[in-house]
């Protein structure tokens, strides 16, 4: 797997004017004055000092964003031994309280904008957030809620939504959320285990220009989840609310000012969880702090975001991407908050919202660019998009198609930012640096305080090949523990198995001779074939080039004999037909394109790609089922987008030769 060289031009380069105007700029020469930071060097001496000098770093990003603590703290970290790194020993303090800063200086400003499928935009000012909070959390402490119960939220990305985040947070209680279109069985797998005392819960969804219905999936909750003392209903689609449940507008219609819970920096702030294809997903519990610090300095850094921007990001409450896109409103940004299919009524729908709302950081999936790519979406000549200044894609790897295109159709001074991170720690291991070229297929750089390595098995640090995604020392959103692990077995074996203190993601990477990142699939679903490890991802990004193919899956089985076998499923486009001419042209382009180890076995066509809940592919569960492992043992149903198109893989192992 290739890697850019520093001889080749960047596809984008920051002019002086932009790099002295961000605010990583700005912090490193402040940094420099009063915490040691190097003032010469630009970006990559800054972050090997952030990560040389862990505890200097993080005191001063704290004290760069005017972090309040209620009580000070000792130091920001002692011993960064993982895990079970203690941060900010002694301090206090609550992450909502900063998240409604901006409603003193500017409580007219818009701090929400909500959009869905009619493309109206309902502003929320930020008085009016503050407002709301401070009702909702005045009537959760009536009902019984106190620092450290779980407040759940079934709900769709709406203002209601991020009201409940911030006034949860602000009583000290642990916020999690679900998606509406998760089905009953998936919520509860989720649910289940953190015991919610209050469910937020709307009465359906509109996805796609329909209505989908979801009280009997509420009633259901409702029955299965026995420690509810309250069901708060959103009436989204107009319906009254059922017995026993209080209304939205009743439980936010005080005028109150928030109180804020001060409550120590690795208190829980909410839960997320893993995908759980295999099993139960595991709930991550993140800390209040770890959460606040890490998102400011991603958000107000990385991102360059403040008070004169618009934050969009295409997520669902069911993704660590919505959490992250709530946390804009800790650097006084508006953020935009969409509701609704991301193509609907076409293709063009998200560039159509970036432009409604004045976005200046779109956020969105590799798989939704390669999606407008395909549909010949033309996003610079159809809309007026000149507030975008950075587009940025997670998810998936963003093939160098996808840079080209948006480097050719949205505009040709773009900062495109292609981030890698995950659940696991809400935020980003490598991404977005608005100072740095940006290199075809990279991502710009590990991030401040990240000291992220691509290692062998042996555990030796590699430039210029592939290797594992490693974490050498603590980052403070790092999971304070896993729900219902109280020895910390499971956290361990997650992340701390392979390389004994350093956290292993599960990613193959690339660290380039200058520093930038090509991330190359799962580690878990690596191909190996005669020796010579590549990532799926590498795959897909040829693949998926071809017009016929609408969505690929590459599974690499070791067989009992010694043997390899590395089939190819492709769902083909409408129209499309799997003949012996398109298996010809799939494997001369991935013999030209990559190499001959990276020729499938056999080309199969499949009725679709199964994904998680949160849109990955399945690679792992199917693998299993295609080495005959049963069903019920191979994948967690409830995990599933679609658990129909898993038999068909199941079928092909019964069937095979």
């Excluded at 069911?318 to 935009?336: E, K, P």
């Excluded at 043992?633 to 898993?646: F, W």
Aim: one cysteine or more.
């Amino acid at each position: 797997m290739s890697t850019a060289t520093p001889q080749q031009p960047p596809l984008w380069q920051p002019d002086q004017a932009r790099i002295d105007a961000a605010a990583v700029t700005r912090f490193q020469s402040w940094a420099a004055e009063r915490y040691g930071a190097p003032a010469e060097g630009g970006y990559q001496a800054l972050q090997q000092w952030s990560v040389d000098e862990l505890d200097t770093f993080w005191r001063a990003v704290a004290d760069w964003f005017q972090v309040r603590f209620e009580t000070p703290y000792e130091y920001a970290v002692a011993d960064p031994t993982m895990p079970g790194t203690t941060w900010f020993p002694g301090a206090t303090l609550n992450y909502a309280e900063h998240a409604l800063r901006a409603a003193d200086d500017r409580p007219d400003d818009p701090a929400l904008l909500h959009v869905d499928e009619t493309q109206e935009i309902r502003p929320v000012s930020w008085s009016e957030l503050r407002r709301q909070v401070g009702a909702l959390s005045e009537r959760l402490r009536s009902l019984g809620v106190r620092p450290g119960d779980r407040v759940s939220g079934y709900l769709p990305n709406i203002p209601q939504a991020v009201v409940a985040l911030l006034a949860t947070a602000s009583v000290g209680a642990v916020w999690t959320s679900c998606a509406p279109d998760f089905g009953a069985r998936s919520v509860l797998d989720r649910f289940q285990q953190i015991e919610p005392v209050v469910l937020f819960t709307v009465d359906g969804y509109r996805y796609g220009g329909k209505e989908h219905d979801r009280r009997d999936t509420v009633a259901e909750l409702r029955r299965e989840l026995p420690t509810l003392r309250a069901v708060v209903h959103v009436p989204l689609l107009g319906t009254q609310a059922p017995d026993g449940a209080l209304e939205w507008h009743e439980v936010t219609a005080g005028d109150t000012t928030p109180v804020f819970e001060h409550v120590p920096f690795d208190h829980p702030l909410w839960v997320l969880y893993s995908s759980g294809t295999t099993g139960l997903p595991k709930a991550i519990v993140q800390s209040q702090g770890g959460i606040l610090l890490e998102h400011l300095k991603q958000l107000g850094l990385h991102c360059d975001l403040g008070p004169s921007d618009r934050f969009f990001w295409y997520t669902s409450t069911g993704w660590m991407m919505w959490n992250f896109l709530a946390s804009g409103l800790l650097t006084g940004t508006t953020i935009v908050l969409y509701d609704g299919s991301p193509g609907h009524p076409d293709t063009a729908a998200q560039w159509r919202i970036a432009e409604l709302t004045g976005t200046t950081l779109y956020g969105t999936s590799a798989a939704y660019v390669m999606a407008c790519r395909k549909a010949d979406v033309h996003p610079g000549r159809d809309f007026d998009l000149s507030r975008v200044q950075c587009v940025a894609t997670t998810g998936s790897p963003l093939p160098p198609d996808g840079f080209r295109w948006l480097h050719d159709e949205v505009r040709d001074d773009l900062w495109i930012a292609s981030v890698s991170g995950g659940t696991d720690v809400c935020s980003c291991f490598a991404g977005a640096v608005p100072t740095l070229p940006v290199h075809i297929g990279e991502l710009q750089a590990a991030c401040l305080g990240t000291a992220l390595s691509a290692w062998d098995p042996q555990g030796k640090p590699l430039i210029g090949e592939v290797g594992e995604l490693v974490v050498t020392r603590p980052m403070p959103s790092m999971p304070v523990s896993f729900w219902n692990d109280p020895d910390g077995t499971r956290y361990h074996d997650s992340y701390f198995d392979t390389y004994p203190g350093v956290w292993r993601h599960g990613d193959w990477i690339t660290i380039t001779d200058h520093g930038s990142v090509v991330i190359h699939g799962r580690s878990d679903s690596t191909l190996n074939r005669q020796g010579v490890r590549m990532g799926s991802a590498d795959i897909y990004e040829v693949v998926e080039r071809l017009p016929e193919i609408k969505e690929s899956l590459v599974i690499g089985l070791e067989l009992p004999d010694g043997g390899y076998w590395m089939p190819l499923f492709v769902h083909l486009a409408p129209g499309a037909e799997l003949d012996d001419t398109l298996r010809s042209r799939i494997k001369q382009a991935l013999r030209e394109q990559l190499s001959p180890r990276h020729v499938p076995d056999d080309i199969i066509e499949a009725p679709g790609v199964p994904h998680t809940l949160t849109g990955k592919r399945i690679e792992v569960p199917v693998k299993r089922l295609l080495q005959g492992t049963p069903m019920e043992k191979a994948v967690n149903p409830g995990s599933v987008d679609n658990l129909d198109l898993l038999r068909f893989y199941a079928d092909q192992a019964r069937n095979r030769p």
